[in-house]
T-cell receptor, first 117, second 111 residues
Framework: GAVVSQHPSWVICKSGTSVKIECRSL??????MFWYRQFPKQSLMLMAT?????????EQGVEKDKFLINHASLTLSTLTVTSAHPEDSSFYIC?????????????FGQGTRLTVV | GESVGLHLPTLSVQEGDNSIINCAYS??????FIWYKQESGKGPQFIID?????DKRQGQRVTVLLNKTVKHLSLQIAATQPGDSAVYFC??????????FGQGTELSVKP
């Protein structure tokens, strides 16, 4: 299957700093990628839709100024958690679909464990 | 539907038994559904999918059933193995290609 890669796999940062997470589609082009957040023992919550060459679309309740998304190319989307606080500690996961039709499986990155201390 | 804040229900089965994991979805317009398996500390892994014009689909050791009348999905795993232990999520396709995840079920297989 198609491969989606996230980097880093884990990161620890100090409160108040910003952290950037990268999501790459390695063997296909993705005009749209999706960012999720997952707290322990809970489901994946969709945060935003990342659109290549345009602004991201955020889900209700997700602060766009705190979670900056940039989709500069057809294979790369980045999520920057700005001024991180301990409550932002979570597992962040991206996904992408290799074809334009939506009735196809989505491939997920391996996730990034963010710990804010 | 969205399930943030709810903790995962668990299902414990004996190795070799069949497992049935259930999922309710909220949007009657959803036309495509996927089951994912997630192991600890990893991203979701595709298991099987089904389109809304079908009510059953079979894969290797897995079967998905879709009941659109009551908006219910189930995943059946035959001859469950210890390697099947993980959290299982159903996801429904929404407008714009968004996948919305269900609550999830933690499957524990006892040897």
């Amino acid at each position: 299957g198609a491969v989606v890669s996230q980097h880093p796999s884990w990161v620890i940062c100090k409160s108040g700093t910003s952290v950037k997470i990268e999501c790459r589609s390695l063997d296909f082009q993705a005009t749209t990628m999706f960012w999720y957040r997952q707290f322990p023992k809970q489901s994946l919550m969709l945060m935003a839709t990342s659109n290549e060459g345009s602004k991201a679309t955020y889900e209700q309740g997700v602060e766009k100024d705190k979670f900056l998304i940039n989709h500069a190319s057809l294979t790369l989307s980045t999520l920057t958690v700005t001024s991180a606080h301990p409550e932002d500690s979570s597992f962040y996961i991206c996904s992408a679909r290799p074809r334009t039709g939506w009735n196809t499986e989505a491939f997920f990155g391996q996730g990034t464990r963010l710990t804010v201390v | 539907g969205e399930s943030v804040g709810l903790h995962l229900p668990t299902l414990s089965v004996q190795e070799g038994d069949n497992s049935i994991i259930n999922c309710a979805y909220s949007n009657s317009a959803s036309d495509y559904f996927i089951w994912y398996k997630q192991e600890s500390g990893k991203g979701p892994q595709f298991i099987i999918d089904i389109r809304s014009n079908m009510d059953k689909r079979q894969g290797q050791r897995v079967t998905v059933l879709l009941n659109k009348t009551v908006k219910h999905l189930s995943l059946q795993i035959a001859a469950t193995q210890p390697g099947d232990s993980a959290v299982y999520f159903c996801a429904e396709n929404r407008q714009g290609g968004k996948l919305i995840f269900g609550q999830g079920t933690e499957l524990s297989v006892k040897p």
